[in-house]
């Protein structure tokens, strides 16, 4: 596995809330753009809590939507790449970011698609 990255998620979505998401994707990804998702559900919604398990899951990419300026700073001081402010589908996202093609502040798939 060469890339790991991790999104809160709200259903199907990107959460709009970093610190609010009770859920996450964590994703493995391939060189060859093969993935596979891992879904971890949180014991409390706490954007700490979910700094932490981006550090000690070795995480290298955080897509997320709206995000409060010390976070995103953090995990950018730790070098973890930060998309921000992305909207939609996560799954969605994924394939983007894998294809080069994911940006901060994209809408991404149709909402609600699986």
Same mark, same amino acid.
């Given at each position: 596995?060469?890339?790991?990255?991790?999104?809160?998620?709200?259903?199907?979505? @990107?959460?709009?809330?970093?610190?609010?998401?009770?859920?996450?994707?964590?994703?493995?990804?391939?060189?060859?753009?093969?993935?596979?998702?891992?879904i !971890?559900? &949180?014991? *409390? !919604?706490?954007?700490?809590?979910?700094?932490h398990?981006? &550090?000690?899951?070795? !995480?290298?990419t955080?897509?997320?939507?709206?995000?409060?300026? *010390?976070?995103?700073?953090? &995990?950018?001081?730790?070098?973890?790449?930060?998309?921000?402010? @992305?909207?939609?589908?996560?799954? *969605?996202?994924?394939?983007?970011?894998?294809?080069?093609?994911?940006?901060?502040?994209?809408? @991404?798939?149709?909402?609600?698609?699986?």
């Amino acid at each position: 596995m060469s890339r790991k990255i991790l999104i809160p998620l709200y259903g199907h979505e @990107v959460a709009p809330r970093f610190d609010l998401a009770s859920e996450a994707a964590i994703v493995s990804a391939d060189h060859d753009g093969t993935w596979e998702k891992k879904i !971890v559900v &949180l014991a *409390q !919604v706490s954007a700490e809590k979910l700094c932490h398990m981006i &550090l000690t899951k070795d !995480v290298d990419t955080v897509i997320c939507g709206g995000i409060e300026d *010390q976070y995103y700073q953090y &995990l950018n001081w730790k070098r973890i790449r930060v998309y921000d402010s @992305v909207i939609g589908s996560w799954k *969605q996202g994924v394939e983007q970011l894998l294809k080069n093609k994911l940006y901060p502040g994209a809408i @991404v798939g149709q909402q609600g698609e699986n």
